[in-house]
């Protein structure tokens, strides 16, 4: 039998989360009549082993959807407001995952601007975690869903692999945004990439 795309994400996914992000970048996130072309994505490790993540202390109701299999997809809202989203990595149960950072509005860019109207371009459209889950149309509905199941599907990149550069986490606290764990993962010189802010002295975690 001839395997899908989301069999093919899947199969990816169920990978290391640190060994897929970098794979990744170049893939197309799909919902609806939007795409968007992934430019950077976060690394995020499970229970114990990362205090960035969301699911560092164990399973709650807000992050049970990281603890399913490969290809879940995580939304949660960030400062209440922003959408943000997440692909599960890894075995049951091991709660890592990918957040999806940024990327370039490859088709649906009319919808996409309906819905981000305060962005001055193109560029801006999906950079950054709250804006990619706004203009793609993400909704908390989608939190738990499957890839090809739900409402998002992904089509994994083809041809020659981009450059891939590496370094802390934007806007993680503390030991999980040290510079020792560089789990941020980007294309070189893509104008759609998030611009790099350290939080010192901020408190809190991402997923």
Do not use: K
């Not at 001055?120 to 499957?146: E, I, M, N, Q």
């Amino acid at each position: 039998m001839e395997s899908t795309p989301a069999d093919d994400a899947t199969r990816l996914l169920s990978g290391a989360a640190l060994e897929v992000a970098p794979q990744l970048l170049g893939a197309v996130v799909r919902l609806g009549d939007v795409a968007v072309r992934l430019t950077e994505v976060e690394a995020y490790l499970g229970v114990g082993d990362d205090p960035g993540s969301h699911a560092h202390r164990g399973r709650t109701a807000r992050n049970s959807s990281m603890f399913g299999p490969a290809g879940t997809v995580y939304v949660y809202l960030s400062y209440g407001i922003h959408r943000c989203v997440n692909l599960v990595c890894g075995p049951v149960g091991e709660a890592s995952g990918l957040l999806l950072r940024s990327g370039e509005v490859v088709e649906g860019v009319d919808t996409a601007r309906s819905r981000r109207t305060t962005s001055r371009g193109a560029v801006d459209l999906a950079r950054g975690p709250g804006r990619f889950g706004s203009a793609l149309g993400v909704d908390l509905a989608d939190d738990g869903t499957r890839l090809g199941g739900g409402r998002l599907s992904l089509e994994l990149p083809s041809g020659p692999s981009p450059v891939v550069e590496t370094g802390p986490r934007v806007g993680v606290a503390g030991e999980g945004g040290h510079e020792s764990r560089p789990w941020r993962f980007w294309i070189a010189g893509d104008p759609t990439v998030s611009v790099y802010r350290s939080a010192a002295r901020r408190t809190g975690r991402r997923g």
